[in-house]
């Protein structure tokens, strides 16, 4: 039996129990620090050693408390690792871990992961292809930007986890008016060309800045279409070694080396631009995807990207040789809407295919499989279609604002 670690996860969304589970399984010691709003969430109680509550939501919460509450629990346990379950934890795991000198990655690494503005200066310099963009510090280079790259453009919010808080303008006029409706909260934004064309996520596990795993899918309604306007959350996994596989999976491994990411899971988003074809870098996130992507890539591959995460990070802690479980290759969807019923029934969509559903309040959503891609997209187009016609609501923008 190896030796059993001291992990301290942190999340302010209830996500993550396939890790907690399998780090303890792993015969660690497991603290989890959360937000008091989710006290009476069904976390894995039975998993968790220890569970800390913060007052406030997460952008309230106090570092200067939590440091020290973390500080305190330090006296009698020393923690290993520091692990942030969700994109709005990255900057307090990077905090805790730069003031208490535990490793793992820092600030500055971070910010990769979480501030848009400088994933997209990180990859320009890297060489790896970005729509143009510009910060809004300086007004002069905002109007250089008008003048020079061609509209529609995007507001968007430098640290936000989803496609909440994006604004597309058309024209300089309108840029300016929502840059001064923004006023001193300008610098938290930046403007970038909007380029239409397919966007694609890459769902990835590296260890010791090796990838060892990536499955790349395509988004067939975009998180910004859905946040924007409501409609059919879509997405499936691309034909092994077709062409858009191979080259994301090669700008991948670009922005990982460049990003700095050492081990753990990642979630990156690209599109194909429809005017050259060439592959242009959106974000990243040093994290599992939400919306229930884990169990589409779960379905697709038989990789549970939660509990190999977990994994990972107990051998990286342990200094212990890690093997990835051999990956399946099969062709996986998710059908995902907003619902006018708390409970939809969905006991009509039972092909055989079905494999996972959506347990959300107001939600109704199915993962499907086969070995046959075509088959996939075919139950994804129906079901969307008899969702819409049958069960879809939207609600105002920020009710649905977290694709966690």
């Not at 989710?38 to 939590?66: S, T, V």
């Not at 200066?121 to 790896?128: L, N, S």
């Not at 239409?196 to 990536?214: I, N, R, S």
Request: contains cysteine; aromatic residues 10%.
């Amino acid at each position: 039996m190896s030796i059993s670690k001291t992990f301290l996860c942190v999340s302010n969304y209830f996500k993550g129990n396939a890790f907690l589970t399998a780090l303890k399984k792993q015969g660690n010691r497991v603290f989890l620090i959360t937000t008091e709003q989710l006290r009476n969430k069904p976390w894995a109680f039975e998993y968790i050693d220890e569970i800390f509550y913060m007052p406030g939501l997460d952008l309230d919460w106090d570092l200067d408390l939590l440091l020290k509450g973390v500080g305190g629990l330090m006296k009698d346990h020393k923690i290993e690792a520091i692990i942030a379950l969700d994109d709005y934890d990255v900057e307090k795991a990077a905090f805790l871990r730069e003031n208490l000198r535990i490793p793992g990655m820092g600030q500055t690494t971070g910010r990769y992961f979480r501030d848009k503005l400088a994933m997209r200066m990180r990859a320009k310099d890297a060489g790896i292809r970005v729509p143009p963009f510009s910060p809004l510090f300086n007004n002069a280079e905002i109007n250089q930007f008008a003048d020079t790259v061609d509209a529609p453009w995007v507001l968007k919010p430098r640290s936000e986890a989803s496609a909440h808080g994006i604004i597309k303008v058309h024209n300089k006029e309108d840029l300016w008016k929502h840059i001064d409706q923004l006023g001193e909260n300008r610098v938290y934004y930046l403007v970038e060309q909007f380029k239409p064309g397919d966007v694609f996520h890459a769902d990835g596990l590296q260890k010791d800045g090796k990838t060892l795993f990536l499955t790349v899918s395509r988004y067939l309604a975009t998180p910004m279409e859905i946040s924007q306007g409501g409609g059919i959350f879509r997405s499936a996994n691309l034909k092994y070694g077709s062409d858009d596989n191979k080259a994301i999976k090669k700008v991948n491994e670009a922005i990982m080396k460049a990003f700095g990411l050492k081990s753990g899971a990642s979630h990156t988003e690209f599109i194909k631009s429809r005017e050259d074809g060439q592959i242009y870098f959106l974000e990243t996130a040093s994290r599992v995807g939400g919306a229930h992507l884990a169990e589409m890539v779960e379905a697709a591959t038989d990789i549970n990207l939660w509990t190999e995460w977990a994994k990972i990070e107990d051998a990286v802690a342990k200094d212990e040789p890690y093997q990835l479980p051999k990956a399946a290759k099969n062709y996986a969807g998710i059908v995902l809407t907003l619902s006018k019923y708390e409970h939809p029934d969905l006991s009509s969509f039972d092909d055989p295919e079905v494999c996972f559903r959506v347990p959300l309040d107001y939600h109704a959503g199915l993962i499907v499989k086969s070995a046959n891609q075509d088959r996939v997209m075919q139950l994804l187009d129906d079901y969307a279609e008899r969702f819409a016609n049958e069960l879809s609501t939207s609600a105002q923008a920020p009710e649905v604002k977290k694709f966690h």
